[in-house]
Every structure is written in structure tokens, then in C-alpha cells.
């Protein structure tokens, strides 16, 4: 390589990749790549990845190898700082400390289902104190409603029929990192989601009980979370949906997470899921629901907060609160949960199984497709189907692989509508939301 390299490829990749694409690519601009493939730059690509690339011809210019990075924002000089919380895995990553926040690294969704201790953590406020019978926690159901009510816990169980359904939980800004230029707040990759078998009565069967008036078109959620600052007046969030998605069959009041009772860091003694909408939404420590003839204005709501654009704009601009829209159904998703980012496998393997799951929130996922060669080639997965509707489609596949050396798996989910994932995040918006982006692995035969 020619010139004085002031960083390592990795760090510049990590960094600077336009400096990157330059040093290793031999050029800054323009669709040639023969000095990439000349040699040189290769040769030093190849060293920081461990091994020969096969398909090295197919690298799109630019890219920064997975080997090296998934997000785009700039990694922590000391590396993740992992979580110590009683009941999680000792993997789970802090993205968030005040308030606590926390995402499961893609190789720990593995299971069908997603134990209690992987599953991630967002919080808004502080966690509430819960000490007495859980039994006797009173949810408010009050606004434009016939009969406006206060039930316990303990009378929801006995009035409503329990049902349960295992339905992924997402959090509005899950793939947050992969932005450029970086967008504020926490920088998820894809490990703010998880996929849990939850027990609660029907939201729609209480709000039927409680008559629901012609006037409501929206409701208001609230929890018993306090103020990070402490301020009593203040909530921490109180977010809501349209009164259409509020009726779903499949939003549920929970009291229960994969057969245990819910715990504190969940919502104890009572939260609500609503499924396939940002995870703001599913009100944890759930205390009241405020059906409204408006519009909910909570916190949360309005501005730049949970909304996406409605025109696109450029990357890093002011934003235009007229062009923007509230996020809704999540984008749809795919991750590879085995192999782990950055497996090596013996010289001379030939072939390896994989694993994964996808999710299209209100919509479901027709079709996963595997990629080793950049891109130019894809194969479909094997795809399971849903147990109920909300819950996340398991796939498998098995790749051959034609030589030793170093490769990217991608996985690209396309959704009933047709809707696919795209190569990388677009529809940039200042608070990272609906980033979703195909998932990359690399793989070291050597």
C-alpha cells in the first residue's frame, strides 16, 4: 500500500471508511477496482481478516467488513461493557446506564423462545418499587368509555379467559447504529428485540367490558415508572396507538413472561404488549389506559419522537416536524443466531448449517434469503411458520463453501408484502428510527 498508514486497516475501516475504501481500493472515488484487485490492498484486507476472500471481487467499495464492525457508530475504546443484573446473562451489552438499557447480542437469540435472562432491557424512568400482593394492583380504564373502571390484577384473572401466545417485543429504535451519520440515543444493532411467551387476558375483551365509545381514536398509556429526575408530576413515558391497532385481538395485559410471573425489570406486576409497534408502547408497571377523542400528546409522543419521516431528508439536517409521521408496524428483520459473528471453522470445511430468525412486524415474513458471495448470488432458507400471529419465524439453511478462506453471510428477509431488506440503512431520521438493514456474519475457514 502505498503512503503512510496512520491507523491500523481495522481501526481505519472502523473509523474512516472512506479513508479506508481508499488505502485499500487504491482510489477515493470511481467504479474501478484494480488496484484492490492488483493486489496490494487485498493483501492487507485479507491479513486483518485472517485469510484468503473468494469472493473478494464481489466487495462493494466502501464496505466495512464484518468481521470488523456491524454498527456504524464509532465502537468504545475499552469495548462492550456487559451487564451484572440479577436474573440476566452475563453477555447482555449496556448501551444505557441511566436508565438501564441493555441488548442481547444476535448468537444469544438462538432459542425458539427467548429466556427471561436474554431478553433485552429499555427503560424510560427508574424502576418502580413493587413490594405487596400483586394481586391487588389497580389498572384505571377511564376516557371515552361507557363505563369507566378501576380493576386489580386479581380481578382480571378471574373475570377475563387467560391466553397465551409467544410474540416478539421490539424496541422502536432496534438497528439504530447502523445510521450514518449517527442518530441520537441508544445505538442498538439488532439485539433490542426478543421473541417471549406471554400470559394475560385480551386488552380488547376489557375495553369491551368497559364500552368502548365512538368517539375514541386513540389511547394514552401510563405506568407507574418514576421520573428519571424524581419529579412526581413529570412521567417518564406515556405513549399510545390508534384506537384500530388498540382493538387487536392479540394485544394483551400481561402478568406472566414464559410461564414465570413477570418480572420487575419487565413490568411486575402488569404490563401491556402490544406486538408488532415499537416496544414504547407496551407500557410496563401499566397502572392506567386513557382512551382519548385525540391524539395522544404524552411523553413520547409528537416532534421527532418515535416518528419517521414522511418525505426523505438529508442525512444529519434539521428536521421539519410537518414531514414526519408516528412509527407504526417495525420494519421487517432478519438475524443469523449461529453461527457467531467472527466463527472460525477448520481448513477444508466445506459446508456449514445456520440458523436464524425474522420478524415483519403486523405482517409476517415470506421468504429468507443467504447470501456468501457479497450479494451476487442468493439461496432461500428454510423457513418455519408462525405459532399465532406477532411471533418471529425461525429459519435454517446449510451454505457450501468452495474454498478456505474468509466469508460474509448475509440474510435478507422479505415480508408478505414484498417489502425486502436493504443492503444498508436508509431513511435516515434524527432519532434512529426503522433501521433495519440486512444481517452480516463473517466466517473464517482456515
Not at 14 to 19: G, N, Q, V
Not at 222 to 248: N, T
Amino acid at each position: 500500500m502505498a503512503g503512510k498508514i496512520e491507523r491500523s486497516i481495522d481501526e481505519l475501516y472502523r473509523d474512516d471508511p472512506e479513508r479506508a475504501d481508499a488505502v485499500v481500493f487504491g482510489r477515493r472515488t470511481g467504479p474501478s477496482r484494480r488496484g484492490f484487485l492488483e493486489g496490494a490492498g487485498l493483501a492487507a484486507l485479507g491479513a486483518v481478516v485472517g485469510g484468503a476472500i473468494p469472493y473478494a471481487a464481489n466487495m462493494p467499495a466502501g464496505l466495512i467488513p464484518a468481521a470488523m464492525a456491524q454498527g456504524s457508530a464509532p465502537p468504545k475504546p475499552s469495548g462492550p461493557v456487559y451487564l451484572n443484573f440479577p436474573g440476566k446473562h452475563d453477555r447482555l451489552v449496556v448501551i444505557g446506564e441511566r436508565p438501564l438499557v441493555a441488548e442481547t447480542p444476535e448468537h444469544l437469540l438462538d432459542d425458539d423462545t427467548t429466556p427471561i435472562e436474554k431478553f433485552f432491557i429499555r427503560n424510560n424512568g427508574q424502576i418502580p418499587d413493587q413490594a405487596g400482593e400483586p394481586d391487588k394492583w389497580k389498572l384505571a380504564i377511564d376516557g371515552e368509555v361507557e363505563r369507566p373502571m378501576e380493576i386489580t390484577l386479581g380481578e382480571l384473572k378471574s373475570r377475563f379467559r387467560a391466553v397465551s401466545q409467544r410474540m416478539v417485543l421490539e424496541c422502536g429504535g432496534n438497528g439504530r447504529s447502523f445510521f450514518s451519520p449517527q442518530a441520537r440515543g441508544n445505538q442498538w444493532t439488532n439485539g433490542g428485540a426478543g421473541c417471549a411467551v406471554w400470559t394475560g387476558v385480551r386488552l380488547a375483551d376489557v375495553l369491551k367490558a368497559a364500552g368502548v365509545k365512538s368517539s375514541a381514536v386513540f389511547s394514552g398509556h401510563y405506568g407507574a415508572d418514576p421520573h428519571l429526575s424524581g419529579d412526581a408530576a413529570r412521567q417518564a413515558l406515556s405513549r399510545g396507538v390508534p384506537i384500530a391497532k388498540l382493538m387487536d385481538e392479540n394485544n394483551l395485559l400481561v402478568w406472566e413472561m414464559n410461564g414465570q410471573p413477570l418480572p420487575l425489570i419487565h413490568g411486575f406486576p402488569l404490563r401491556l404488549v402490544i406486538p408488532g409497534w415499537p416496544g414504547s408502547a407496551s407500557q410496563k408497571w401499566l397502572n392506567r389506559i386513557w382512551l382519548r377523542d385525540k391524539p395522544h400528546d404524552g411523553q413520547g409522543m409528537g416532534g421527532t419522537s418515535y416518528r419517521v419521516t414522511i418525505n426523505p431528508m438529508v442525512p444529519g439536517d434539521k428536521a421539519d416536524p410537518k414531514n414526519f409521521r408516528d412509527l407504526e408496524s417495525m420494519p421487517v428483520r432478519s438475524i443469523i443466531t449461529s453461527p457467531e459473528n467472527g466463527h472460525r471453522l477448520p481448513a477444508g470445511t466445506r459446508e456449514i448449517g445456520l440458523r436464524g430468525a425474522s420478524w415483519a412486524g403486523d405482517h409476517w415474513v415470506r421468504q429468507v434469503d443467504l447470501s456468501i458471495d457479497y450479494g451476487a448470488t442468493w439461496m432461500p432458507a428454510a423457513l418455519q411458520p408462525q405459532r399465532n400471529p406477532y411471533d418471529w419465524q425461525r429459519w435454517t439453511a446449510r451454505l457450501r463453501l468452495p474454498a478456505d478462506g474468509y466469508y460474509e453471510i448475509w440474510a435478507r428477509a422479505t415480508d408478505s408484502r414484498g417489502v425486502a431488506q436493504p443492503h444498508v440503512a436508509g431513511n435516515w431520521n434524527p432519532q434512529g428510527y426503522g433501521a433495519n438493514p440486512m444481517h452480516r456474519v463473517a466466517v473464517l475457514v482456515a
